[in-house]
């Protein structure tokens, strides 16, 4: 006689704690990347009014829910007001951010303002859109500010935006930049912060599944698909399932630069360099054999010999 061993199915009770734990942990993990880069760069102070801009995608609504949860145990007293600028784009659900934001109780803007026909008029069909479309809503939203007296201005970009940033400006545009965590507007007068800047695009997507935000679909420049930073998505993306921890190990190098080991000039002074006499761990490795080992936090992370 023998048996055969099933895996019972487990209870539903038994599934519910599960998934409540694990969205718990989640929702730590969030509000413990976003507090460390709020306080990494200093970016909310006391008495700060910030605004952030809500664009009805899954990373903005993020971001205010995660600011709220924060405000309540916040070292220092900071308000949040939410804009939203209405594009008129063809369909627009206009109802739906008013709705979710008075349901939440607090201070939001609705800005008006046409910039998808000048959008549509000025750029070929076919073209990108973004470039135009995010110079247009950079200079309204900061007029905004002026007007509501935000202090700081709070971006919806996350991780994975700042990377993709890099590999554009490095692919595209021959130059080692990114998208910073905090910088003084185009105009000089504000300060605009991404307290996501160190939170996996992964997590937001399950936040915003856990939380069942309204999301708003952009049909300006969503529905192009040929766009560098949709293929740019695409490779690091592929490139974290095929090695857990790599993302996370580029997050890391934006944070530990080392200009004498660049070519910028301007950066580091290579025409008066001479030799010193003084041995140094930082010297030229160039031909050596680099054993990068994976750190045991990031199984998976390939293995590179040089």
Same mark, same amino acid.
């Given at each position: 006689m023998s048996a055969v061993w099933i895996d019972a199915e487990p209870a539903p009770l038994a599934r519910s704690l599960k998934i409540e734990r694990e969205t718990h942990k989640l929702e730590k993990r969030l509000c413990r990347l976003v507090g460390q880069a709020i306080g990494d760069y200093a970016m909310v102070e006391e008495g700060d009014?910030?605004?952030?801009?809500?664009?009805?995608?899954?990373?903005?609504?993020?971001?205010?829910?995660?600011?709220?949860?924060?405000?309540?145990?916040?070292?220092?007293?900071? /308000?949040?007001?939410?804009?939203?600028? #209405?594009?008129?784009?063809? @369909?627009?659900?206009?109802?739906? *951010?008013?709705?979710?934001?008075?349901?939440?109780?607090?201070?939001?803007?609705?800005?008006?303002? /046409?910039?998808?026909?000048?959008?549509? #008029?000025?750029?070929?069909? @076919?073209?990108?859109?973004?470039? *135009?479309c995010s110079r247009l809503r950079r200079g309204i939203?900061?007029?905004?500010?002026?007007?509501l007296g935000a202090t700081k201005i709070a971006l919806g970009h996350h991780r994975d935006d700042i990377l993709q940033t890099f590999f554009l400006n490095m692919f595209f545009g021959g130059k080692l930049k990114g998208m910073p965590p905090k910088l003084v507007s185009d105009d000089g007068r504000h300060v605009v912060i991404r307290p996501l800047a160190y939170v996996p695009e992964k997590d937001l997507i399950r936040w915003a599944e856990h939380r069942q935000f309204p999301i708003i679909p952009c049909t300006l420049c969503g529905s192009q698909e040929n766009l560098q930073r949709k293929q740019v998505g695409a490779m690091l993306r592929e490139w974290e399932k095929k090695h857990p921890g790599r993302l996370e190990n580029m997050a890391n190098a934006l944070q530990n630069v080392v200009p004498s080991h660049l070519g910028d000039g301007t950066l580091y002074d290579f025409k008066g360099l001479s030799a010193t006499g003084v041995a140094s761990e930082d010297g030229d490795k160039a031909f050596d054999t680099e054993d990068f080992t994976a750190p045991p936090t990031l199984p998976g992370l390939s293995v590179v010999k040089l």
């Open positions: 009014k910030v605004m952030v801009c809500l664009s009805g995608g899954k990373d903005s609504y993020g971001l205010l829910d995660i600011l709220l949860k924060m405000r309540q145990r916040a070292p220092v007293s900071f /308000d949040i007001v939410a804009v939203n600028l #209405d594009q008129k784009q063809p @369909g627009f659900p206009a109802h739906v *951010l008013p709705d979710y934001l008075k349901a939440l109780g607090i201070p939001f803007h609705i800005e008006e303002q /046409d910039t998808y026909s000048i959008v549509k #008029d000025k750029i070929p069909e @076919g073209k990108t859109m973004c470039s *135009l939203l900061y007029r905004v500010a002026d007007e």
